[in-house]
């Protein structure tokens, strides 16, 4: 059975940090690209972030130089540092694992909203 479980979303003030985790089991995690997205209420669900099973990374305009995406291949695991949030920050946000034959699968989200 495949599980994303992602976890480390709250409620924080603008300019503040959140990590964000999420672990996989049930894949081969590092055969699998993995991606952040996000959706606030009422827009449609964006790609945020994106690192490649060679650790290569690629992130949406609107979070470039404030959100790191890493993984560890060892813990199965793909983390989302978040700084200097913003409110148009606020938003559920999943993680998605791709594997190179088409195969995906979703978490079912975390939610962070960022204060002014």
């Known amino acids: 059975q495949v599980q994303l479980v992602e976890s480390g979303g709250g409620l924080v003030q603008a300019g503040g940090s959140l990590r964000l985790s999420c672990v996989a089991s049930?894949?081969?995690?590092?055969?699998?690209?993995m991606d952040w997205y996000r959706q606030a209420p009422g827009k449609q669900r964006d790609l945020v972030a994106t690192?490649?099973?060679?650790?290569?990374?690629n992130y949406a305009d609107s979070v470039k130089g404030r959100f790191t995406i890493s993984r560890d291949n060892a813990k199965n695991t793909v983390y989302l540092q978040m700084n200097s949030l913003k409110p148009e920050d606020t938003a559920v946000y999943y993680c998605?694992?791709?594997?190179?034959?088409?195969?995906?699968?979703w978490g079912r989200g975390t939610q962070v909203t960022v204060s002014s």
């Open positions: 049930g894949i081969i995690f590092r055969a699998n690209a």
């Open positions: 690192v490649t099973t060679g650790g290569s990374t």
């Open positions: 998605h694992s791709r594997y190179p034959t088409g195969i995906d699968y």
